[in-house]
């Protein structure tokens, strides 16, 4: 949920953009297959 920055049309307390890249790239590195040559 941290990376939503409003929640209910709220801000989001929990919202942190930097962990979000950071998750989105751990997340884009174990959870998408690599494609191999």
Known sequence: ??????????????YRRF???TDARYYFHKHVPAIEP
């Open 19 to 21: 962990h979000c890249i």
């Open 1 to 14: 949920e941290e990376c939503r920055p409003l929640v209910e049309g709220r801000p989001n307390a929990n």
